[in-house]
């Protein structure tokens, strides 16, 4: 098996791990006296609906929202709503105010079941009071061309949206809300999980106040001073834990990124690795590129001394902040972005395999879910008439791998955990 071949067998073992329905079995509450409203939402919704639905008695009453172009069984008379991610569209507000609409007519005795997933930020999105959804797409673009962390972007789409931010269990009060949820956000460096910023935590107590948002949007330049304007409005402050609306709210993380992990080391293994080592995927494409590369040597060394390849498992978000305005042309994501800068890192790369991709199998807007780097990347770049240089300045790294052959495509996966990056090193 070559480099290239097991790192494919290696992302795929990591998607299969990262199987949503597999992860609910067991978790979903008994019946309440009244009825039951089961909202899935995000990239892995279809498979955490079938799982609850499995287990569900009683009244239920069914609401999936998906990614368009995510087509996946859902349970027989469940209503699907499609919308747009990772920018909202028309679609991503008609289902935000279904839901709220079939939440607020919950009432005691009855529950809410939340069935949360990564990309719910862009699929349930209602404009906060005197917003548009043009002003919301406005701002989700703007965060996205940022370079922010996932955790910052949140902070501001939950200060200006009429549903997350605990908003959506605050509307179903009296009646119970239960969130289970598959976390795309990666703990913090203490070990933490900022489930508030899972899909900008629409049943949760939100921790950060308006002015969290002000200070993120204050890193934006001129553009972010319209924004702030509107998180200077006290009105757009969101209900915090202890709420009397939320006492009744509780969230429970059914599968995340080191469940993966985990799963990913234990193949290895089984392909002859002698080693593998973790790295938290944090900071800016160009930093992460460098630090992952300055860990070649001592990972070769390992590797010589057991007599086989080592495997590096970076797994999170790394961060791309894009020109502005964004050039025309410009296609790619984190994943292409990180492999890009790992070709002017690792040189000519002797011995080094890597591939960055995106477990939901949508790198940016896609089609592609990442890109391979091999020995000599470099080489066959220039052959090809690219460099990192060009590509970072276009934006444009997928248009890059794809001529060199470099892009891996899966489809959507029906997932949505981090973003890995595994660095397969050959003892040489």
Same mark, same amino acid.
């Given at each position: 098996?070559?480099?290239?071949? =097991?790192?494919?067998?290696?992302?795929?073992?990591?998607?299969?791990?990262?199987?949503?329905? !597999?992860?609910?079995?067991?978790? /979903?509450?008994?019946?309440?006296?009244?009825?039951?409203?089961?909202?899935?939402?995000?990239?892995?919704?279809?498979?955490?609906?079938?799982?609850?639905?499995?287990?569900?008695?009683?009244?239920?009453?069914?609401?999936?929202?998906?990614?368009?172009?995510?087509?996946?069984?859902?349970?027989?008379?469940?209503?699907?709503?499609? =919308?747009?991610?990772?920018?909202?569209?028309? &679609?991503?507000?008609?289902?935000?105010?279904?839901?709220?609409?079939?939440?607020?007519?919950?009432?005691?005795?009855?529950?809410?079941?939340?069935?949360?997933? &990564?990309?719910?930020?862009?699929?349930?999105?209602?404009?906060?009071?005197?917003? #548009?959804?043009?002003?919301?797409?406005?701002v989700h673009r703007l965060l996205l061309d940022g370079?922010? #962390?996932?955790?910052?972007?949140?902070t501001v789409r939950r200060h200006l949206s009429g549903?997350?931010?605990?908003?959506?269990?605050?509307?179903?009060?009296?009646?119970?809300?239960?969130?289970?949820?598959?976390?795309?956000?990666?703990?913090?460096? #203490?070990?933490?999980?900022?489930?508030?910023?899972?899909?900008?935590?629409?049943?949760?107590?939100?921790?950060?106040?308006?002015?969290?948002?002000?200070?993120?949007?204050?890193?934006?330049?001129?553009?972010?001073?319209?924004?702030?304007?509107?998180?200077?409005?006290?009105?757009?402050?969101?209900?915090?834990?202890?709420?009397?609306?939320?006492?009744?709210?509780?969230?429970?993380?059914?599968?995340? #990124? =080191?469940?993966?992990? @985990?799963?990913?080391?234990?193949?290895?293994?089984?392909?002859?690795?002698?080693?593998?080592?973790?790295?938290?995927? @944090?900071?800016?494409?160009?930093?992460?590129?460098?630090?992952? @590369?300055?860990?070649?040597?001592?990972?070769?060394? !390992?590797?010589?001394?057991?007599?086989?390849?080592?495997?590096? /498992?970076?797994?999170?978000? =790394?961060?791309?902040?894009?020109?502005?305005?964004?050039?025309?042309?410009?296609?790619?994501?984190?994943?292409?972005?990180?492999?890009?800068?790992?070709?002017?890192?690792?040189?000519?790369?002797?011995?080094?395999?890597?591939?960055?991709?995106?477990?939901?199998?949508?790198?940016?807007?896609?089609?592609?879910?990442?890109?391979?780097?091999?020995?000599?990347?470099?080489?066959?770049?220039?052959?090809?008439?690219?460099?990192?240089?060009?590509?970072?300045?276009?934006?444009?790294?997928? /248009?890059?791998?794809?001529?060199?052959?470099?892009?891996?495509?899966?489809?959507?996966? &029906?997932?949505?955990?981090?973003?890995?990056?595994?660095?397969?090193?050959? @003892? &040489?």
């Amino acid at each position: 098996m070559t480099p290239r071949v =097991a790192l494919e067998h290696l992302a795929r073992a990591a998607i299969a791990a990262g199987d949503p329905g !597999r992860a609910m079995g067991g978790r /979903v509450p008994a019946a309440p006296p009244g009825r039951t409203l089961v909202v899935s939402s995000g990239k892995a919704a279809p498979a955490m609906a079938r799982a609850a639905a499995a287990e569900l008695a009683g009244e239920v009453e069914g609401i999936v929202v998906v990614p368009h172009g995510l087509e996946e069984p859902v349970p027989e008379g469940w209503r699907v709503l499609r =919308a747009a991610h990772p920018v909202p569209d028309v &679609g991503s507000e008609v289902a935000a105010r279904e839901v709220l609409r079939a939440a607020t007519a919950l009432g005691e005795g009855d529950r809410l079941l939340f069935l949360l997933s &990564g990309g719910t930020s862009s699929l349930l999105c209602l404009p906060g009071a005197g917003l #548009d959804l043009e002003a919301k797409r406005f701002v989700h673009r703007l965060l996205l061309d940022g370079g922010l #962390d996932i955790e910052q972007m949140n902070t501001v789409r939950r200060h200006l949206s009429g549903l997350k931010g605990g908003r959506l269990a605050s509307a179903a009060w009296p009646a119970e809300t239960c969130t289970l949820f598959v976390s795309d956000v990666p703990r913090r460096a #203490d070990g933490t999980l900022a489930v508030e910023a899972v899909g900008s935590g629409p049943t949760v107590g939100d921790p950060t106040c308006l002015e969290d948002a002000r200070a993120v949007v204050a890193r934006l330049g001129a553009a972010g001073a319209r924004v702030a304007g509107w998180l200077a409005e006290p009105q757009r402050e969101t209900p915090k834990p202890g709420d009397a609306r939320l006492a009744r709210a509780q969230a429970t993380c059914v599968l995340e #990124d =080191a469940d993966m992990v @985990a799963e990913v080391e234990e193949e290895a293994r089984r392909l002859g690795c002698v080693g593998t080592e973790r790295v938290r995927l @944090a900071g800016s494409v160009g930093e992460v590129a460098r630090v992952l @590369a300055g860990r070649v040597p001592a990972l070769r060394e !390992r590797g010589r001394a057991g007599g086989g390849p080592v495997l590096l /498992v970076a797994h999170g978000e =790394a961060t791309v902040a894009l020109p502005s305005p964004r050039p025309a042309g410009a296609r790619g994501g984190r994943n292409t972005a990180l492999a890009m800068e790992l070709v002017e890192a690792l040189g000519d790369g002797e011995g080094v395999h890597a591939l960055c991709f995106d477990t939901d199998g949508i790198d940016g807007t896609g089609p592609h879910a990442g890109a391979f780097v091999g020995p000599g990347e470099a080489a066959r770049w220039a052959a090809a008439g690219w460099s990192a240089g060009r590509a970072r300045e276009g934006a444009c790294s997928a /248009v890059a791998f794809e001529a060199v052959g470099g892009l891996w495509v899966t489809g959507r996966t &029906g997932t949505n955990l981090s973003d890995l990056c595994l660095m397969w090193v050959e @003892a &040489g």
